[in-house]
T-cell receptor, first 114, second 112 residues
Framework: EPEVTQTPSHQVTQMGQEVILRCVPI?????FYWYRQILGQKVEFLVS????????KSEIFDDQFSVERPDGSNFTLKIRSTKLEDSAMYFC????????????FGPGTRLTVL | GENVEQHPSTLSVQEGDSAVIKCTYS??????FPWYKQELGKRPQLIID?????GEKKDQRIAVTLNKTAKHFSLHITETQPEDSAVYFC???????????FGAGTTVTVRA
């Protein structure tokens, strides 16, 4: 069964550094999402992406965050200048595109900002 | 925006007993309600979902009920087994906006 993959599985960075988290969606999926989960807390929506543009973003997704599909397959989340509070598990999720279709989650990238 | 509340935060049941998790949502426009199971260190995985045009859905030992008037939905797990131990998240979404709003999660422990 196809799965969403994410790299790296764990990223440790210094405060103020840029990080790029990568996701490979399931091949025929059209809708892409980033969520984050701070340890012990709920999964929070960050951004949705469709047709090469952002569909919606949450209040968390400020100017320090950006997303893109640089090569038409990988879906990336960039944090330009990381803060301590960015430490979390970041999940990519993808969806085929039909209303009510399941969102498939990747295994996550654990980001630790020191 | 949508706000999803989930209770209880932890639930311990004896193997073979039933487990019930309840969620409420705030936005009456929400019309899609999935439940995800997340085992320790793993990705959330969909276990069942329900749309607003039905009141109940069942899949083997798992069932979900939806009360649109009261804006709440519940997950029922019958004949619990040790492998049911995990964190369960409810979520709400709607057709014109595919993002999901998640509840805080329920840690279910099934005692052998």
């Amino acid at each position: 069964e196809p799965e969403v993959t994410q790299t790296p599985s764990h990223q440790v960075t210094q405060m103020g550094q840029e990080v790029i988290l990568r996701c490979v969606p399931i091949s025929n999926h059209l809708y892409f999402y980033w969520y984050r989960q701070i340890l012990g807390q709920k999964v929070e929506f960050l951004v949705s992406f469709y047709n090469n543009e952002i569909s919606e973003k949450s209040e968390i997704f400020d100017d320090q965050f950006s997303v893109e599909r640089p090569d038409g397959s990988n879906f990336t989340l960039k944090i330009r200048s990381t803060k301590l509070e960015d430490s979390a598990m970041y999940f990519c999720a993808t969806q085929a595109g039909t209303v009510y279709n399941e969102q498939f989650f990747g295994p996550g990238t654990r980001l630790t900002v020191l | 925006g949508e706000n999803v509340e989930q209770h209880p935060s932890t639930l311990s049941v004896q193997e073979g007993d039933s487990a019930v998790i309840k969620c409420t949502y705030s936005d009456s426009a929400s019309n899609y309600f999935p439940w995800y199971k997340q085992e320790l260190g793993k990705r959330p995985q969909l276990i069942i979902d329900i749309r607003s045009n039905v009141g109940e859905k069942k899949d083997q030992r798992i069932a979900v009920t939806l009360n649109k008037t009261a804006k709440h939905f519940s997950l029922h797990i019958t004949e619990t087994q040790p492998e049911d131990s995990a964190v369960y998240f409810c979520a709400a979404g709607w057709w014109n906006d595919y993002k999901l709003s998640f509840g805080a999660g329920t840690t279910v422990t099934v005692r052998a």
